[in-house]
């Protein structure tokens, strides 16, 4: 795929400019870095493809100009830097390189929290209002959110769950009173502006990780307070991808609730591993016949795929409901079945 340097995330703009300074003064840059910064920029320069010169050169640039804001920012405040750019650049250009500066100055918000042990931080949380807690969730990755999630009650998983899926904008000024506790209680200091990511996706990653038992009373909760929003949250906890999740007797079972027609349209589009899960489990005869319908079905349009694998989602977690079927990978202890 072409490079597009509209497309470019922060870190593949880095590590562009890192290769094209060179080794020496990549080096000196990377040494002032996090280990999570530095290991994500690695991993970029190990993947990265030819870059063309056009992209490379406003790559560069754009460097230059957040550099040169920097130190007019340093010379006489975001206001003489402001008005030193407008001049130079334009008013919008100005904007975009004082936003992108000031992202580089602050770190994420709540970066302080990604090393905190999860009872020490539920400590903190259980007596804060619901409402706090959500916020605070969505700026953790989602196995730290699931870990604190798991050591609150019932009641209050079931009310931040909630509030996390129905999550909007939040204004800064709450936000920032929120960071500021925080960093009082565990000592840390600096400022960050926060972007909330809730709705039903962060909740659904969250679900993902946590113990089945209280991911059941969590989406009990959601289906009493909101069926369509508990809906929308289950069909983003597993999809069709996740089959390799399960073991190869949860697999057969499945594949007895399964039309051969639906199974077949719905790999059309699987990756390989999930089509090597399904042919181990199936026989010579069946893994021919399966091929051969595929073949024969020619192009497809993949809204009837991803319907397909829709149906095969759904027999998933009725499976699963109902206790015939195990899916691997979930939070906490494993239940012990004798």
Known sequence: MELNYEEMSPIQKAATALVAFGPE???LVLKGMSEQD????TVEIANMRDVPADIEEKVIEECHQIFMARTYVSQGGIDFAQEILEKAVGLSRAKDILGKLEHSIHAGGFSMLKDIDPKHLTGFLQHEHPQTISLVLTQLNSQQAAAVLAELSQELQAEVSLRIATMEKISPEVLKEIEQTLEGHFEQSGSAQMSISGGAKAIAEI???I???AEKNILQSLEADDPELAA???NMMFVFDDLILLDDRSIQRLL???ETKDLSLALKAANDEVKTKIFANVSGRVAVMIEEEMEFMGP???SDVEEAQGRIVEAVRRLEEEGQIIISGRGGK???IV
Do not use: G, H, M
């Open 232 to 234: 929308e949250v289950k």
């Open 38 to 41: 530095l290991e994500r920029i």
């Open 207 to 209: 679900l993902n990780l």
């Open 334 to 336: 494993e239940e012990i």
């Open 25 to 27: 003064v990549s080096a």
């Open 256 to 258: 007895k609730e399964v």
């Open 300 to 302: 497809t349009r993949l």
């Open 211 to 213: 113990d089945t038992t």
